[in-house]
């Protein structure tokens, strides 16, 4: 069974803090993507990566980067997690452009 | 610049009636078209897509959809509603414009909710 994993479900931060998001696919996939899920906004694009070590920027990538040191992580980093990344954050992957991207359950970030 | 439009937030549904969820996109280039279902608490699940070919694409849980180029549209259907269908779903494009490993640009979502 395909899978994309995210180190946690749940996570409350302080305004400041630097945050790391980790997420991991056993699928081999090239792509893997940042996106967060705000309600009525839908899923918007922060970053993605289509190889180790290449990053693009998405639609939102202020306050944010990324890190993809093997070909199966790819981490998000909020340098100073401010109240409104407060959000889903979900991590996806996919074999190419033309194919379906498989999404993690997601991290729901709370920064006070 | 690519954008989907989901124009109702909430659609209600009898179980066993037919339900539709509208989807309509704007591109640049070619469309290529998905749709995704998110039940509470979970991540998203991949429904169906349209790349090529007949217009009509069939896909899981008994989902089709219908791509229509001179509407630019992408509807989600169901003959047959079912109480479990009832979740939040996602239309979304990706406008191939030579390469590269572009996300998807999404829709808001919308509601369905099927009543008993």
């Known amino acids: 069974d395909v899978k994309v994993t995210q180190s946690s479900r749940y996570l409350v931060k302080r305004t400041g803090e630097k945050v790391f998001l980790e997420c991991v696919q056993d699928m081999d996939h090239e792509n893997m993507f940042w996106y967060r899920q705000d309600p009525g906004l839908g899923l918007r694009l922060i970053y993605f990566s289509y190889d180790v070590k290449m990053k693009e920027k998405g639609d939102i990538p202020e306050g944010y980067s990324v890190s993809r040191e093997k070909k199966e992580r790819f981490s998000l980093i909020l340098e100073s997690a401010s109240t409104n990344q407060t959000s889903m954050y979900l991590c996806a992957s996919d074999a190419g452009f033309f194919n379906e991207q498989f999404f993690g359950p997601g991290t729901r970030l709370t920064v006070l | 610049a690519q954008s989907v439009a989901q124009p109702e937030d909430q659609v209600n549904v009898a179980e066993g009636n037919p339900l539709t969820v509208k989807c309509t996109y704007s591109v640049s280039g070619n469309p290529y078209l998905f749709w995704y279902v998110q039940y509470p608490n979970r991540g998203l699940q991949f429904l169906l897509k349209?790349?090529?070919?007949?217009?009509l694409v069939k896909g899981s849980y008994g989902f089709e959809a219908e791509f229509n180029k001179s509407q630019t549209s992408f509807h989600l259907k169901k003959p047959s509603a079912l109480v479990s269908d009832s979740a939040l779903y996602f239309c979304a494009v990706r406008d191939y414009s030579g390469g590269g490993a572009d996300g998807l640009t999404f829709g808001k979502g919308t509601h369905l909710i099927i009543q008993p």
């Open positions: 349209y790349i090529t070919g007949d217009n």
